[in-house]
Structures are given as C-alpha cells and as structure tokens.
C-alpha cells in the first residue's frame, strides 16, 4: 500500500483517456498555477471563480490554455469531470463541491493534486517556510533555468522575469523530472510531500503556534531523502548598502532590498552548491533576478513619491517589510488589510508589538482597512478596530480607514516628496489596483 503523500503518477489515479480536472477558485495564485501545469500536460481543464472577470489578463491567459471558465454556481461540474481540485479556503457550501459530491467526483486538495502531477521518479525539490519561501522558490528556479537545466516550477507569486506578454509568471512548465515547488505550511498540505531536496527558510509563530509548526517541520525535514538547508540569519549590513554575501570564496550581491531576501538568496545559493553547481554562474543569474510581484514590487513614483506593493501579511513578514524600507528610504506611510479574522485573532499581541516596534523605531504613518472577508462562517470576535485601539492605548497613533477612497485622502494629504507609500496584504484583489490607482490618480477626483 502506497504512503499518504507519496508521489503516484496521476494516470493512476484517473481511469478515464482524457482527463477533466474542474479547480474551484482558478483565479487564486496558487490554483490558477496548477491549472496552467495541468492545461500543458494535456488535461481538459476547467475553473469557477467568483471573482471572474473575463477582460483581466489572468483569465485571458487561461482561455488561450483552452480552460473552460464558468461562474461558481455548480454548472461547471458534470458528469464528465474527473476530478475536483479545492484549497483549504473553499467552503464546504461551496456550489462547485456540493456538485461534485452529489454526481460523486473525487476530490482532491490543491497539494495532493500538485503532488500526483509530478512524476514519481522526478528529482522534486522543495520550499518551505513561515517567511520567503515564494521568493527563494523564484530564485532557484530562476537560476535553474537561467543555466539551462529546465526546471518546471510552481511558485506562490509571479517571477517577474516571467511575467510578460500576458503570462502570469507564477510557473514555469519544464521538464517532468525536474520539479521546484513552495510547499504550503499554513494548512499542513507541505506533508503530502517528499522531497529529494528541501529548503526551509525559518519558522516563527503564524498559522499555528511555534511548538506545532516546529513539529511539522521536523516531519517535512525527515521525508526529505536528500539535502535540506536551513536559513541562517546574515550580518546586518549598513543601511542603504546593497546586499552582499560569501559562499565558498564568491561573493553575491543580492538585486533586492531587505536583509531577508539576502538570507533567501543564500538559501538558494547554498542549495546550488550542494547539488555541484558551477557558484559564479549561479551568481550572474541571481544578480538579473527581477523579484517576485507584489514582494516589495515598485509600483510608480508620483510627485517624489514611492509607491510599494508588498504582500506581506503577518507579524514577522509586515516587521520585515517596513525594516528593509525604512533603511532605505525616507518616511514609511504604511497601510494594512487584514486577509481574514483568524488571522488577526490569533497574532493579534505579535501584530501589536510589530507594529509598535516600527513606529517607535522610525515614525512615519499606519493605516489599517477592516478585515478582508470573501464570503463563509467565520468567527468575527476580534476586528481592525480592536488592533487600533491596542495600538492606540501603546502609544501608536495608527489610523483606521473604512475604504480605499479614504485611504487614498489620508495618504494624498500625509505623503511628500521623498517618502514611500508601502501598501500591505493578502486575498484582496483590489489593494494591488488601489496602488497602480494612486499613482495614476494622484490628487485628482478628491
């Protein structure tokens, strides 16, 4: 009998010639990217979203893949369809799998799906981490293709060397014996696999508490068969100094700001020259490494004004963001959302003291947007308003902003010349425009 999570070729698991796979969600990052590694492996695919919107790029990209695309009202499930594919955020009411159980079609979860895609005797490697795991997955497949070796790569973001011409950049469709994978820790789905390789960035509190997660990463450790690197903290370097590090007598210089992302370049590179790779080449392909969209992703200058996109959303990744720009810049005019009420209960004393940290360290201005809430039950004991008041009652004077027509108001009367606007958060597709939106719209239509 074959072990839960271990690597089974998905012929085996569909009987039929051609295989119909139906993602519920296509339009996350994660479920469009395994729409797209199905669509190019020959599978009939289909999606719903209830966020669908045929005119934007992503959904355009998956209509030129030849993937059906259907409201999420169960009329893109049939009889034909083999399999459903769902992710941890798809509510048991949901339309699509109240329809697939009824006509009784498998389902799978987004990372058991990803796990049957890869070939079983393919060399998988594997990313994972509470914190730059996206990032250090773009990194290293980005040098791996760089030097020829043609990985396939499932990634958490778009690898802004990728993204043009209408393709998302979130994979890469290589070959099938060589994999690079995030590997998703916030809903235990990174134990479907075995790795041959792995990386574990760091592990700090987020979805679980620490003992938990410590736990867990000790299994992911163990069902890696080959080499697992470990993230290791770099000297701080001078602010405003590019970031640079060592290995075996080469020195890096890492294109990003943040000290963070010095620390997953060498994560990456210590992978590299564990696997015999020639470090020189690996260095000139990390230095034309563009970034990950929506990790510290310049969106415009305006009237002096930077704006930055960051998809940063807990405590040790929001404390990481403003950092690196505060070293780098001159005043931080941050706002937040929220991505879910679980989230912000359960990290609500660490958001706090994140946030209190920064302010107290380097001024500048805090917003927070209520909760982004996309539908389903829900606890909604703990608000944006409780932060603020935490906040406010230590010493912070961080503002609460009902909407992003507010916000805009607030940021266009506290910003100047020489200051950044760092716009933060996770699942809300309107924060990323609202950013593209400010700086197109700057001062106007107050």
């Given amino acids: 009998m074959e072990r839960i ?87 048991s009411d949901n339309p699509d799998l109240t329809a697939a159980k009824n006509l009784h079609i498998p389902l799978l979860h987004r990372a058991e799906f990803l796990n049957q895609l890869i070939d079983p005797d393919a060399e998988l490697i594997a990313v994972a981490g509470t914190a730059g795991k996206t990032t250090t997955t773009g990194m290293l497949g980005w040098i791996f293709d760089a030097l020829g070796l043609n990985p396939t790569v499932y990634n958490g973001a778009s690898v802004l060397n990728w993204k043009q011409n209408g393709v998302p950049g979130n994979v890469r469709s290589g070959s099938d014996k060589l994999w690079i994978i995030e590997a998703d820790e916030s809903d235990k789905s990174f134990l479907n696999f075995h790795p041959t390789h792995s990386i574990i960035t760091n592990i700090s509190k987020d979805h679980f508490e620490l003992d938990e997660l410590h736990a867990m990463f000790a299994q992911f450790r163990d069902q890696t068969s080959g080499t697992v690197i470990e993230g290791t903290p770099l000297p701080i370097g001078a602010p405003g100094a590019p970031n640079r590090f060592s290995l075996n007598g080469i020195e890096f210089v890492v294109p990003l700001i943040g000290q963070y992302n ?15 790779m020639d470090l020189e080449h690996v260095r000139d392909a990390l230095a034309q490494f563009k970034g990950i969209e929506r990790r510290l992703e310049h969106i415009g200058t305006v009237d002096g004004i930077t704006i930055i996109d960051d998809y940063a959303h807990n405590p040790a990744k929001i404390g990481a963001v403003l950092s690196a720009l505060a070293q780098t810049t001159g005043r931080v005019h941050a706002f937040w959302r929220p991505h879910g009420f679980a989230p912000l209960a359960n990290s609500l004393k660490e958001l706090v003291e994140t946030f209190s940290t920064h302010y107290k360290t380097y001024g500048g201005s805090i917003f927070i947007l209520p909760v982004y809430y996309a539908g389903g039950t829900v606890s909604r004991t703990i608000t944006t308003e409780d932060l603020i008041e935490k906040l406010n009652s230590a010493g912070v004077p961080a503002q609460f902003v009902p909407d992003y027509d507010a916000l805009k108001q607030k940021l266009e009367n506290c910003a100047e010349s020489g200051d950044t606007i760092l716009g933060m958060g996770a699942r809300d597709p309107e924060l990323p425009q609202f950013l593209r939106k400010l700086v197109a719209e700057w001062k106007r239509f107050n």
């Fill in 5 to 91: 999570g271990q690597r089974t070729p998905i012929s085996k698991l569909i009987l039929k010639n051609i295989p119909q796979i139906h993602f519920v969600g296509i339009g996350g990052v994660g479920m469009n990217g395994l729409a797209q590694l199905a669509a190019q492996r020959g599978f009939l695919v289909s999606g719903s979203d209830r966020a669908y919107d045929p005119s934007t790029p992503l959904f355009c990209h998956l209509k030129q893949l030849g993937i059906s695309l259907y409201p999420q009202d169960g009329s893109g499930v049939n009889a034909q369809t083999s399999h459903l594919v769902y992710s941890t955020a798809i509510e």
């Fill in 262 to 276: 010095a620390e997953n370049a060498l994560c990456a590179a210590r992978l590299c020259s564990a696997l015999g």
